[in-house]
T-cell receptor, first 114, second 113 residues
Framework: DARVTQTPRHKVTEMGQEVTMRCQPI?????VFWYRQTMMQGLELLAY????????DSGMPKDRFSAEMPDATLATLKIQPSEPRDSAVYFC????????????FGPGTRLLVL | GQNIDQPTEMTATEGAIVQINCTYQ??????LFWYQQHAGEAPTFLSY????GLEEKGRFSSFLSRSKGYSYLLLKELQMKDSASYLC??????????????FGTGTKLQVIP
């Protein structure tokens, strides 16, 4: 049963600390998405990768957020320095370009910045 | 850009039928998705429509009218486990090399006995 995995599942940190979230997309998928979800804003797209290349990171605060795909099995999202307003659930999703490109979501990382 | 509207909350009775509407305005259209999200969990794919008409999948059906910028998700024979948020998402025109998917804020459905 192929699925997207994310680590850590929960993270509590103090303001100013670096946070790294990791995602393993479904094997064979060639698109990866990072989303942030809050009660107020819903699902916001932060970054989109196709074949490991970033195509869209317009939703990401560039001064503190960075997203990379060092290889086809790993995507990372970093926040440095973290701020309380970054507290949210961060979802990674993967898909296969061609047809609908249905997105399959990981379980999410619940981040709390104190 | 894209704008997606769906009701914030709905309540329905176990065993009944409920229709969740979604309207959208988009600069281009390449498909509409419905996702289900239980509290504290990740969204899961329910349906995809790219042509007008009704797509049926078990107790769930999804309808699309491209000319009206309108879709609905129909849930039949409601069960308590159907209590969740239902997210409408629209795939837009090519921009920056890909067709961006924008999610609505979701409709929280509560099924009551």
């Amino acid at each position: 049963d192929a699925r997207v995995t994310q680590t850590p599942r929960h993270k509590v940190t103090e303001m100013g600390q670096e946070v790294t979230m990791r995602c393993q997309p479904i094997l064979g998928h060639n698109t990866v998405f990072w989303y942030r979800q809050t009660m107020m804003q819903g699902l916001e797209l932060l970054a989109y990768f196709r074949n490991r290349a970033p195509l869209d990171d317009s939703g990401m605060p560039k001064d503190r957020f960075s997203a990379e795909m060092p290889d086809a099995t790993l995507a990372t999202l970093k926040i440095q320095p973290s701020e309380p307003r970054d507290s949210a659930v961060y979802f990674c999703a993967s898909g296969f370009l061609g047809g609908a490109e249905t997105q399959y979501f990981g379980p999410g990382t619940r981040l709390l910045v104190l | 850009g894209q704008n997606i509207d769906q009701p914030t909350e709905m309540t329905a009775t176990e065993g009944a039928i409920v229709q969740i509407n979604c309207t959208y305005q988009t600069s281009g259209f390449n498909g509409l998705f419905w996702y289900q999200q239980h509290a504290g969990e990740a969204p899961t794919f329910l349906s995809y429509n790219v042509l007008d008409g009704l797509e049926e999948k078990g107790r769930f059906s999804s309808f699309l009218s491209r000319s009206k910028g309108y879709s609905y998700l129909l849930l039949k024979e409601l069960q308590m486990k159907d209590s969740a948020s239902y997210l409408c998402a629209v795939r837009g025109a090519n921009s920056g090399g890909y067709q961006k998917v924008t999610f609505g804020t979701g409709t929280k459905l509560q099924v009551i006995p």
